[in-house]
């Protein structure tokens, strides 16, 4: 199994521009999430999603949308390109809420700049 | 708001030291805690997690101590060694029905265990 594959691994985009972050992965897991990651600022959740057809914001959506047409392919798009977006984003995704040995499964992660 | 402490920022030890890292939380309705691991360039990974029915847990080098009257919990690490610098970052989850979430990372500690 490859786990959570994220792709692309490095962008830097200009203002104003757009792109989409992908992630897929193949655990047949229904949670699926999107972090973002600031130097000494922890991880700070964008969306979710608890099953295809299904998101929900998270604590910092603002800037950032998703899509969930299938359980494996949970996609970010970034619309309009902001410097406050220069982060590192994650991809993660668990098979189930309620179970207490269900841990979160981490992409490598895409660093974005934005300039 | 922030809901989960972590500190220190950063620690650095010997080899064979015993680092800690400790966390407090705010809300009493969590009740899994779990801790990730990050090294450079990787997504963080699950290493030990906690129940606030115990008050301690010991996975090989790893030990979670829980005080359910402070709401602390820390992190040490036995005999650590250069392999162990990472990026530790603690968690705290409230497990609900299907459909909803909540899980709330502090902002992580950087350890160096030097030679």
């Known amino acids: 199994n490859a786990g959570v594959t994220q792709t692309p691994k490095f962008r830097i985009l200009k203002i104003g521009q757009s792109m989409t972050l992908q992630c897929t992965q193949d655990m047949n897991h229904n949670y699926m999430y999107w972090y973002r990651q600031d130097p000494g600022m922890g991880l700070k959740l964008i969306y979710y999603s608890v099953g295809a057809g299904i998101t929900d914001k998270g604590e910092v959506p603002n800037g950032y949308n998703v899509s969930r047409s299938t359980t494996e392919d949970f996609p970010l798009r970034l619309e309009l390109a902001a410097p406050s977006q220069t982060s590192v984003y994650f991809c993660a995704s668990d098979t189930d809420r309620s179970s207490y040995n269900s841990p979160l499964h981490f992409g490598n992660g895409t660093r974005l700049t934005v300039t | 708001q922030q809901q989960v402490k972590q500190s220190p920022q950063s620690l650095i030890v010997q080899k064979g030291g015993i680092p800690i890292i400790n966390c407090a939380y705010e809300n009493t309705a969590f009740d899994y805690f779990p801790w990730y691991q990050q090294f450079p360039g990787k997504g963080p990974a699950l290493l030990i997690a906690?129940?606030?029915?115990?008050s301690e847990k010991k996975e090989g080098r790893f030990t979670i101590s829980f005080n359910k009257s402070a709401k602390q919990f820390s992190l040490h690490i036995m005999d650590s060694q250069p392999g162990d610098s990472a990026t530790y970052f603690c968690a705290a989850t409230r497990y609900q029905t299907a459909g909803s979430y909540q899980l709330t990372f502090g902002k992580g500690t950087k350890l160096s265990v030097i030679p």
């Open positions: 906690i129940r606030p029915d115990v």
